[in-house]
């Protein structure tokens, strides 16, 4: 009997110690033109790593591999992992680039779940990493200020660029980097446009999605959502997703598009509430 005693306390002892030194970790993808440093230089990481998220390191990818730049910590319980996305490219090939992002990650931490955050159509990005399977041990996912029903920005950048000879010259001539910029990224206002029938958001948002935890942080008010200068708010909540109906919690910020360090408050909040 005593042997017995002593053989459950063990093992509990050892559930109990698995549970504590098991770790989340926190990966985040910047938005359109943005890059890992955004959320540094808005204030999101420094007010994480305060509450004891540690900076594990920044992902990136070239025709030579995935690279990882060591962060200043990392050996704590709880993990924040940056990426660097071609932010201007298509959603596939955004998906694409973070694919063996995640699949190193996986290696690193074969036994932690992951939770997603990304901010405008860095949130896209994750969510069709999702859809597509490519995300190990995901736990939930955070969207902040991200198109999930298209913008019309996207529809007037495309008309803009829309120009034929001899328009487009001088367009190009007398339009400096702005207009480069915005016909250098084409190919993902196609793919950011109000869904419609055979655009990859209509397709994206028809397919099922894991059952995690899904969160949408929305800009405008609580009691009218008034969305931003880029994103209506209707579009940024995923409750209007029709394969999410009813599986996101919203919050609102009354804030610009662009991450600040409200956002990084706000993430504190839900990443206690997804602990408990």
Not at 112 to 122: D, P, R, T, Y
Request: one cysteine or more; a positive charge.
């Amino acid at each position: 009997m005593r042997k017995l005693i002593l053989s459950l306390f063990a093992a509990l002892c050892m559930v109990f110690a698995a549970a504590v030194a098991r770790a989340d970790v926190l990966i985040l993808a910047h938005g359109y033109l943005g890059s890992s440093a955004s959320w540094e230089a808005s204030g999101v990481v420094p007010i994480l790593a305060g509450k004891g998220w540690e900076r594990a390191g920044i992902l990136s990818l070239d025709p030579g591999g995935v690279h990882l730049l060591p962060g200043t910590g990392g050996s704590g319980r709880n993990k924040i992992y940056l990426v660097d996305l071609p932010s201007a490219a298509p959603l596939g090939l955004q998906a694409d680039h973070l694919a063996p992002m995640l699949r190193l990650l996986a290696a690193r931490h074969p036994k932690e779940k992951f939770i997603l955050v990304g901010h405008s159509v860095g949130g896209l990005v994750l969510r069709l990493a999702l859809v597509r399977g490519l995300v190990p041990n995901p736990a939930a996912l955070v969207t902040i200020a991200s198109p999930h029903l298209g913008t019309p920005r996207a529809e007037q950048a495309l008309h803009a660029t829309n120009d034929i000879w001899p328009v487009e010259v001088f367009k190009d001539f007398f339009g400096g980097g702005g207009y480069k910029t915005l016909k250098y990224s084409r190919g993902l206002y196609v793919d950011i446009v109000r869904p419609w029938p055979g655009s990859l958001l209509y397709w994206l948002n028809l397919q099922r999605h894991p059952k995690i935890h899904y969160v949408s942080v929305a800009r405008g008010t609580p009691f009218f959502l008034l969305g931003d200068l880029l994103v209506p708010g209707p579009s940024q909540d995923m409750n209007r997703v029709p394969a999410l109906r009813g599986r996101s919690t919203l919050y609102t910020l009354g804030t610009g598009h662009e991450l600040n360090p409200a956002d990084g408050f706000t993430l504190v909040n839900i990443l206690k509430d997804l602990s408990k």
